[in-house]
């Protein structure tokens, strides 16, 4: 370069100069590097903690998907689902649901005031396998098993047409007076609390027990009839708060009731006698018989002087 200007370089010069620089460039392999260590640079990607949970829930999803598939060919199976919709049940817009073939189920929960029936011309057939049939609304059940039906509520229960809306039977004794229903010859009951147990006027009443009943009245027990007839296997016992009154032909068989020859002495055997009193006030009590023709004459009879 001078000072009037740039020296101009001729075209070999220019050539020869290129080259030098091209040579120069292609032997230096280090020219722009900057050594870096690996380990401070910024990595990307799922590592350490993040990448095992990224397989956890890999792998959660996989068996839910699993399971989706398993609950899907059950439910195919089942309802089976066909290119017609479904084969064995029918959906309606009112909310009825009709099973269109014979359905195995084990529990069933209605909505509130469902209503479970068959069609009208057909019989609705439900089968327990080797277990009763259990219709249960709340504390009311019916049981339908082998040998007898059942039905126990706490707040009662009404039987009635659902055509004429007739009732035919009713555990409303407020409204409707408790009749036992055509057909019906007995009742069955562990414990019953009314006001009045009587039967019509061309039969009978009869009360049977296998073990113990107990009568209780909460202002007393009247029992009326053309004829009172108490036939047990062991002891009645009557209790009252005040009296206790027989009124009309008090009869008493004998049959049953122990008795010996005039030569039997009154310490044989294993019986020990009694003999009934009556005070003139009607009061009745027992004396046990020690000797021959004794009398109501004790010590600490409950007549006072006069028996």
Same mark, same amino acid.
């Given at each position: 370069?001078?000072?009037n200007?740039?020296?101009?370089k001729?075209?070999?010069?220019?050539a020869?100069?290129?080259?030098?620089?091209?040579?120069?460039?292609?032997?230096?392999f280090?020219?722009?590097?900057?050594?870096i260590?690996?380990?401070r640079?910024?990595k990307?990607?799922?590592?350490?903690?993040k990448?095992?949970l990224?397989i956890?829930? $890999? &792998?959660? !999803?996989f *068996?839910? +998907? /699993?399971i989706n598939? $398993? &609950?899907? !060919?059950? *439910?195919w +199976? /089942?309802?089976?689902i066909?290119p017609?919709?479904c084969?064995s049940?029918?959906?309606?817009?009112?909310g009825?649901?009709?099973?269109k073939?014979v359905s195995d189920m084990g529990?069933i929960?209605p909505?509130y005031?469902?209503?479970v029936?068959?069609?009208r011309n057909?019989?609705l057939v439900?089968t327990?396998n080797?277990q009763?049939?259990v219709f249960?609304?709340g504390?009311t059940?019916?049981?339908?098993e082998?040998?007898?039906?059942?039905?126990t509520?706490?707040?009662?229960?009404?039987f009635f047409d659902?055509?004429t809306?007739h009732?035919?039977f009713?555990?409303?004794?407020e409204t409707?007076?408790?009749?036992l229903?055509?057909g019906?010859?007995?009742?069955?009951?562990?414990?019953?609390?009314t006001?009045?147990?009587?039967?019509n006027?061309?039969?009978?009443?009869?009360?049977?027990?296998?073990?113990?009943a107990i009568?209780?009245g909460?202002e007393?027990?009247?029992?009326m009839g053309?004829?009172?007839?108490?036939h047990?296997?062991g002891?009645?016992e009557l209790?009252a708060?005040?009296?206790?009154i027989?009124n009309?032909t008090?009869?008493?068989?004998?049959?049953r009731?122990?008795?010996?020859?005039?030569?039997d002495?009154l310490?044989g055997?294993?019986?020990v006698?009694?003999?009934l009193?009556?005070c003139?006030d009607?009061?009745l009590?027992?004396?046990?018989?020690?000797?021959?023709?004794m009398?109501?004459?004790i010590s600490?009879n409950?007549c006072?002087?006069t028996?």
């Amino acid at each position: 370069q001078s000072s009037n200007g740039p020296v101009k370089k001729s075209m070999r010069e220019k050539a020869v100069e290129r080259r030098n620089v091209n040579k120069e460039h292609n032997s230096n392999f280090k020219a722009g590097y900057i050594p870096i260590d690996e380990d401070r640079l910024h990595k990307t990607g799922l590592r350490g903690r993040k990448g095992n949970l990224a397989i956890c829930v $890999i &792998i959660l !999803l996989f *068996i839910l +998907a /699993v399971i989706n598939l $398993i &609950i899907t !060919l059950v *439910i195919w +199976a /089942v309802i089976r689902i066909g290119p017609n919709g479904c084969d064995s049940m029918e959906f309606h817009e009112s909310g009825l649901l009709r099973f269109k073939q014979v359905s195995d189920m084990g529990v069933i929960h209605p909505l509130y005031k469902s209503t479970v029936g068959g069609r009208r011309n057909e019989n609705l057939v439900i089968t327990g396998n080797n277990q009763p049939i259990v219709f249960q609304q709340g504390t009311t059940k019916l049981s339908v098993e082998k040998n007898k039906t059942s039905i126990t509520s706490d707040i009662g229960m009404q039987f009635f047409d659902p055509r004429t809306q007739h009732i035919l039977f009713s555990t409303d004794y407020e409204t409707h007076e408790f009749h036992l229903p055509s057909g019906v010859k007995s009742l069955n009951v562990q414990k019953a609390s009314t006001e009045r147990i009587t039967s019509n006027a061309t039969s009978d009443l009869n009360i049977k027990v296998d073990g113990k009943a107990i009568v209780r009245g909460n202002e007393g027990v009247f029992i009326m009839g053309k004829t009172i007839e108490f036939h047990m296997g062991g002891n009645m016992e009557l209790k009252a708060e005040n009296s206790i009154i027989l009124n009309g032909t008090v009869m008493v068989s004998t049959s049953r009731l122990p008795s010996s020859s005039s030569g039997d002495q009154l310490g044989g055997g294993d019986w020990v006698r009694y003999k009934l009193c009556m005070c003139a006030d009607g009061t009745l009590f027992k004396v046990q018989v020690t000797g021959q023709n004794m009398g109501c004459q004790i010590s600490d009879n409950p007549c006072g002087n006069t028996h």
